[in-house]
């Protein structure tokens, strides 16, 4: 028996037993959803499992289909969305739903799965492989970190992923490809974990290099961390008479595209020049911080009246309790937030 025959049959004996139940997983011996895996995938992208069982929960009830989702409007996507982040996910689900359900049957190969709107070259060997039993292996961080210890695999990044992959695909035409994959994930997830792996528990233990060697901790090797830059920005936060707040939505594309704001300036790398009309309103402190995944946000806010405020950027009133009905990223909930007493007592932050 080959070495990569022995880590494939040890590997899948203790997924039988140890694998993760969830709620996209196919068990063994039943044939998985394509839809559901490739729902879950498009959200763990950057994204925690026990952040995502709920979102696809929810999703899975509100559209249990793909020709549901494809039919759903991108708002109600993106308002279902609130809370996962990277809404540039959101929106190519949304495109790619449309691709699909034009389909005559879903897309089973690599190739044909990197055609679908944000799907890269993990998401599709991920789906291919699980979904339809494709001879490869999809290759992420976790299972970068099992290869590089099991192997003993020590170059720097972006060689090791290389490695990795050549070493994956010695795997790729052994049976249970889809389980084999999983399998390796929860391994990465819940063993061969980054700090403090559990290498007592480990099926692969005898034949891992780096638990051999003492080098569990320092494989694989990083690459060093490069500060995140600090933006600056002010946010204003605007209620009429009525008790209405002033929103407006970002533009289509870029960051946050298509998602809702309060009235705001720039963000640049240094502070903003406010506008004439600001100089005699309410600072309201702490002024509120938000790290993205590429800089650091820093935002001033400020509380003034009506007039004058020029209303030239498609702005809109809504209602505090109506506010749950428009998709609002994690930096507008914190604003909102910070505006207490202005409106948020009103409704004690149920809406955001």
């Known amino acids: 028996m080959s070495l990569f025959a022995k880590i494939h049959g040890l590997l899948l004996d203790w997924y039988s037993c140890q694998g993760r ?21 498009v959200m763990l992208q950057q994204t925690t499992v026990t952040t995502v069982i709920p979102y696809f929960n929810r999703f899975i009830e509100r559209w249990p ?24 996910r959101a929106h190519h689900l949304y ?8 389909l005559p049957e879903w897309p089973g190969t690599v190739s044909a799965l990197r055609q679908l709107a944000g799907v890269g070259e993990y998401t599709a060997a991920a789906v291919a492989a699980i979904a339809f039993q494709q ?53 990465g997830a819940r063993v061969c974990r980054p700090h403090a792996p559990l290498c007592n528990h480990c099926p692969l233990q005898s034949l891992c290099q780096a638990y051999t060697q003492g080098t569990q901790t320092l494989w694989p090797t990083r690459a060093p961390k490069i500060p995140k830059p600090h933006r600056y920005g002010a946010a204003f936060i605007i209620m009429n008479p009525r008790g209405e707040i002033l929103l407006r939505r970002r533009p289509n ?31 309201l402190s702490p002024s509120v911080r938000h790290t993205f995944s590429h800089f650091h946000l ?14 030239n950027q498609g702005e809109f009133w809504v209602k505090p309790l109506d506010l ?25 932050g149920e809406n955001i």
């Open 21 to 41: 139940t969830l709620p996209w997983r196919a068990k063994m011996g039943q044939t998985p959803n394509p839809y559901h895996v490739y729902l879950s995938e």
């Open 65 to 88: 289909t793909l020709f549901d989702l494809a039919k759903a409007p991108l708002h109600d996507i993106l308002v279902a969305w609130q809370g996962l982040g990277y809404y540039r």
């Open 95 to 102: 495109q790619a739903a449309q691709q699909l359900a034009a």
């Open 135 to 187: 001879p490869v292996v999809p290759v992420d961080g976790n299972i970068v970190r099992v290869m590089a210890r099991l192997f003993g695999l020590a170059s720097p990044p972006p060689l090791l992923k290389h490695q990795v992959q050549q070493q994956a695909q010695q795997f790729a035409m052994l049976p249970q490809p889809g389980h084999f994959a999983q399998a390796l994930m929860d391994l």
């Open 253 to 283: 594309t870029g960051l946050l595209a298509g998602l809702m704001e309060v009235p705001g300036t720039e963000w640049s790398e240094t502070p903003p020049s406010l506008p004439d009309f600001a100089q005699s309103w309410t600072v």
């Open 298 to 311: 820093h935002l001033t806010l400020y509380q003034g009246g009506l007039s004058p405020f020029p209303s």
């Open 324 to 348: 749950c009905d428009y998709p609002m990223p994690a930096v507008m909930k914190k604003v909102l937030a910070a505006s207490e007493p202005l409106w948020y007592s009103l409704n004690n």
